[in-house]
């Protein structure tokens, strides 16, 4: 990934940088809501829900546009729109705002959502590559996602936690123009003319390979599913390590930021090893079941965890191997089986089946933990991934 002009080096920095924002951003975000903002578990979910929701709407019509005006200038606009949906939530303690700036935040990651995977993927212009290309991306990313912790992580323990909210949102616009700057497009053909009849053509050509592809098909349902799980297990984990003794010396954001770090470095690991493996056939399936039975395992841990160590244990398999390896494989299946014409499109659906995921999931899971309790919850988080992992064996014994 050698030269400076070959695009999957920009591509990797690019996903380095995008990462240590968006980890940075999530660090300090998941403590905000739950110490300044002191939001209950089921206003913590719907958060997700108003993200997800604004990820749903927003993700078909974004993806037609990078498929029809611009895949570059899409991710460009991502960055912009991101970066005021996490400035706005620096700015206020209320929840409703804060679900608000979400949904802007939503709306901004739709832009990006498929239209990096299909950008590199014509950019490169080198079926052979690409999926190593796409795994290393995500090792890039983790590295990045090390450094925005620490860094965000530093500056919340230093000033105050809507400080580093604000500062992130600040990067995230100036890697946006960034992006403008450094990103090619070479072999991308901007539609001249009869955008609205390019992009109904090319909505119902992504719509007629999502369904008639049965690998498609399981794989959008499996997302459908494990993401119903994941909603509650990234919106609920926090408060779940306050409950079982968090320790108050030195400040709590040292702590998520060290359990961040740890688990990043896991992750690195481990898509390394897939990295190298991804093309085989069938990699895909099988990387995915062997995830989701490692995140609904340690999900299942950290429901049940009596005191702090077993729980921070359980969130650095869940999250930072089980659960960041699941959505990298699918992303790569998928992109296996999409055309060129459509891929930023059929990206998109892998996002919104995402989404319903987590919207459905979110919603029912969080008023699981206000009636029932956190753990609750997760123990049904839990059972989801195990559900997802069935799905996939039981289709891969089928194709």
Not at 217 to 244: H, I, K, M, Q, Y
Request: net charge neutral; proline share 3%; aromatic share 8%.
């Amino acid at each position: 990934m050698a030269s400076r002009r070959d695009p999957a080096a920009v591509y990797l920095r690019w996903g380095a940088l995008n990462t240590a924002v968006f980890n940075g951003f999530g660090l300090a975000a998941l403590l905000y809501w739950v110490v300044d903002a002191d939001l209950d578990p089921l206003q913590l979910v719907l958060l997700g829900t108003a993200l997800e929701m604004s990820v749903f709407v927003g993700e078909i019509p974004t993806g037609v546009v990078a498929d029809t005006l611009s895949r570059k200038w899409s991710i460009a606009i991502s960055h912009l729109v991101m970066g005021v949906g996490m400035i706005l939530t620096g700015l206020t303690t209320a929840f409703i705002p804060l679900a608000l700036a979400q949904m802007v935040w939503g709306v901004g990651w739709t832009f990006q959502s498929g239209a990096d995977v299909a950008w590199i993927t014509d950019e490169l212009n080198d079926p052979k590559r690409i999926d190593r290309v796409l795994t290393a991306k995500n090792r890039w990313a983790i590295w990045g996602g090390i450094v925005g912790s620490i860094g965000i992580g530093g500056l919340s323990w230093a000033t105050s936690l809507s400080t580093a909210l604000v500062l992130a949102g600040a990067v995230s616009i100036l890697l946006g123009i960034g992006v403008a700057i450094t990103f090619t497009e070479h072999n991308f053909s901007r539609s001249d003319g009869g955008h609205v009849a390019e992009s109904k053509s090319i909505f119902k050509s992504g719509l007629k390979l999502a369904r008639s592809d049965r690998q498609l098909v399981r794989v959008l349902a499996a997302t459908v599913l494990f993401n119903s799980g994941a909603e509650a297990v990234d919106r609920l984990f926090t408060s779940r390590l306050v409950d079982l003794g968090l320790p108050q010396t030195p400040d709590p954001v040292v702590w998520f930021t060290a359990v961040s770090v740890v688990g990043a470095l896991a992750g690195i690991v481990a898509l390394h090893w897939i990295e190298n493996r991804v093309e085989a056939e069938g990699a895909p399936s099988r990387f995915y079941v062997a995830a989701g039975f490692l995140a609904a395992a340690a999900t299942l841990l950290l429901a049940a965890a009596p005191e702090i160590i077993s729980g921070l244990a359980a969130v650095f398999l869940a999250r930072g191997i089980g659960m960041r390896v699941v959505p990298v494989v699918a992303s790569i299946w998928v992109n296996q089986r999409a055309t060129s014409d459509v891929r930023a499109t059929v990206q998109s659906f892998l996002g919104q089946a995402e989404a319903v995921g987590e919207v459905g999931g979110g919603i029912a899971l969080g008023l699981v933990a206000q009636q029932l309790g956190i753990s609750t919850a997760l123990v049904c988080s839990a059972s989801l991934f195990a559900l997802t992992v069935l799905l996939v064996r039981r289709s891969s014994s089928h194709d």
